[in-house]
């Protein structure tokens, strides 16, 4: 980028390449992996030409914020940062949703009897056979807290 009389280049680079197999510790699957070592670089020229010789040192921002919240953030603001994690992310997403699919099964869709009045209330099925079809098939039915994810 340019800024006035300055020319800024960043340089983003993977070195060290390795190449190997990882087995998956769940399915024993061996996968094939590569591992980089990742280095980003910046120059600047400030005679406005072309030579970007001159290294620029940067700070790493985020680097530098996990830091500073590990050793000094306040007990509070790592406590509601994990319950926020807990509850938006990973297994807290997983919980609500199981929760909330398992009360929506049990209470409004015990049997196929509300599939029409909640569903298709403005044209209802009126083939039995559809119905039960969609409340107990194995992939897409109603009567499994599974399908509902």
């Keep these: 980028m340019e800024f006035g009389p300055y ?3 960043e340089t983003d680079t993977f070195d060290n390449l390795t ?11 061996i996968n094939d992996a590569v591992f980089a070592v990742f280095n ?11 030579y970007l010789d001159t290294p620029m040192w940067l700070v790493n921002q985020a680097g530098l914020g996990v830091w ?8 509070w603001r790592v406590v509601i940062t994990l319950f926020y994690s807990l509850v938006l992310d990973g297994m807290g997403t997983q919980v ?4 909330v699919f398992g ?6 869709f015990k049997s196929d009897t509300k599939i029409n009045s909640e569903f298709v209330r403005l044209n209802p099925i009126t083939d039995q056979a559809v119905v039960t079809a969609l409340y107990t098939d194995p992939w897409y039915g109603l009567n499994n807290d599974a399908n509902y994810l």
């Design 40 to 50: 980003q670089k910046t120059n600047y020229s400030e005679s406005g030409d072309a």
């Design 96 to 99: 609500q949703e199981t929760g």
């Design 103 to 108: 009360q929506m099964r049990t209470t409004e």
């Design 19 to 29: 190449w190997s197999k990882l087995q998956n510790p769940v399915t024993g699957e």
């Design 68 to 75: 500073w919240g590990q050793n000094f953030a306040p007990k």
């Design 7 to 9: 020319i800024y280049q």
